[in-house]
């Protein structure tokens, strides 16, 4: 009963503020999303040869490395710097990210030529053509532009117009991916040219966007030198992301083989539930988080608290609840061969779990801009992350590939809550308490 009255009113809020509203359209909309390769993968495995779907997947990685690069954490610079700033402000500053992804866009398509021009044997030695390079950078360029203004939707709370974008974007992905690769024969181009054409639709519809309300790309080299300051260790700690966890799929295959690496990338699919639930929440949070911390005030700071152990012990039920469902239903989704995954489903289930703990507390380092931090915390939990793995692998087999992603993320969420609680001002153990006059 207790526990009810502390809680009451941060769920009152919570409804009054549309939480629950944006989350199911971010789930939704993520699900959707995320789904493509699913939706696709009975077409492409069909009229694809393995060795032109070992090129599309080539594209995939590269795309989303120089995605990364190209947007040198302008999402994350725009989030920081929305609230407590002035429309003009949010303006100029829009303008300098959009500048910032021109400039990075410029400098790889000069990096591109002079490779081509002089040195062949790079492409050669990660074993892709500068056609899939020059497409996949392409590709990236408009993804960027378009994830920035995806984020300033997320920003200002326009749900409904977010998941038009989104979903409309996937939805003509999907359509003229099939009836390229399907009626034209275009093969693992077609796929590409789908990608491309569809990141080209709405990465205009963006710029439409950004001018008419007044967000022209600009190049102020005072701000170009924070944002360079602030993004770098951002970009850099995605990058280092996405290579630990790419590693770790290597590793298996070292240590123990291919057969392994495919019970392993089976469970890891069923992980990511918690990924796509902890991503859905923070995009509906994050409005509500820096809107109330700006504010720097009793109530909207016990407001926060209540939120972020709320989700953390829901999460928590949601993760043991769903890892036991799967362990029981799971000889009736795969084959026999798969089998091996259910025990490792609950150990990558609470590394997402951790993950989400470590993102909730993510936010008061960004509050206060200390993306070095931030970024160094993630690449150290990487390398952890990473020497866990190699040392566990050999000792106990495909386990210890799922232990240590779940040593990674609970190293991470460990400590950066150690940082945040050391660090912010915030009512930690009030939030706990119900104060009737004051909740």
């Known amino acids: 009963m207790r526990v009810c009255c502390v809680f009451r009113p941060l769920i009152k809020k919570i409804l009054t503020a549309k939480i629950l509203h944006r989350f199911v359209v971010y789930i939704t ?64 500053y829009c303008g300098n990210l959009l500048g910032t992804i021109l400039f990075n866009v410029c400098v790889l398509f000069l990096i591109i030529l002079l490779v081509f021009l002089f040195d062949q044997h790079i492409l050669l030695a990660v074993k892709v053509t500068i056609g899939v390079v020059i497409l996949a950078s392409l590709c990236a360029f408009l993804n960027s532009v378009f994830t920035l203004q995806l984020t300033l939707l997320q920003i200002e709370k326009k749900a409904a117009k977010y998941a038009i974008l989104i979903n409309g974007n996937t939805l003509t992905n999907i359509v003229l991916s099939i009836i390229l690769v399907v009626v034209f024969g275009l093969g693992w181009a077609g796929r590409v040219y789908g990608v491309i054409v569809a990141l080209a639709l709405f990465f205009f519809i963006a710029i439409y966007a950004f001018f008419r309300r007044g967000m022209l790309p600009k190049f102020n080299l005072s701000k170009q030198k924070t944002i360079f300051i602030l993004g770098l260790p951002l970009m850099l700690s995605q990058v280092s992301s996405w290579i630990t966890l790419s590693a770790n799929k290597l590793l298996v295959n070292h240590f123990i083989g291919l057969s392994e690496m495919g019970v392993y990338a089976v469970a890891t699919k069923f992980a990511l539930i918690i990924f796509m639930l902890n991503t859905a929440f923070c995009q509906a949070w994050m409005p509500f988080f820096f809107e109330n911390i700006n504010k720097n005030k009793y109530n909207s700071n016990i407001a926060i608290m209540r939120g972020v152990y709320l989700y953390c012990v829901s999460l928590f039920c949601f993760t043991l609840l769903y890892a036991y469902i799967i362990k029981l239903l799971l000889p009736y989704i795969v084959g026999r061969d798969f089998y091996g995954a259910a025990p490792l489903i609950l150990t990558l289930c609470l590394a997402h779990f951790f993950d989400g703990i470590w993102r909730m507390f993510n936010y008061f380092l960004i509050h206060k801009k200390r993306t070095r931090v931030y970024g160094g915390i993630v690449i150290a939990a990487g390398l952890v992350g990473f020497v866990a793995s190699y040392w566990l692998l050999p000792v106990i087999g495909v386990s210890g590939a799922a232990w240590g992603v779940l040593i990674s993320f609970a190293f991470g969420a460990a400590v950066t809550t150690g940082i945040v609680l050391k660090s912010e001002k915030m009512p930690w153990l009030k939030a706990l308490k119900y104060n009737a006059n004051r909740a």
């Open 29 to 92: 909309s993520g699900g959707l999303n995320g789904a493509i390769g699913f939706m696709l993968l009975p077409v492409l495995t069909r009229y694809l040869t393995a060795h032109e779907y070992g090129v599309l997947e080539n594209f995939n990685i590269l795309r989303m490395v120089l995605g990364v690069i190209l947007l040198y954490g302008a999402n994350t610079l725009l989030t920081m710097e929305y609230y407590g700033s002035d429309e003009q402000h949010r303006k100029v």
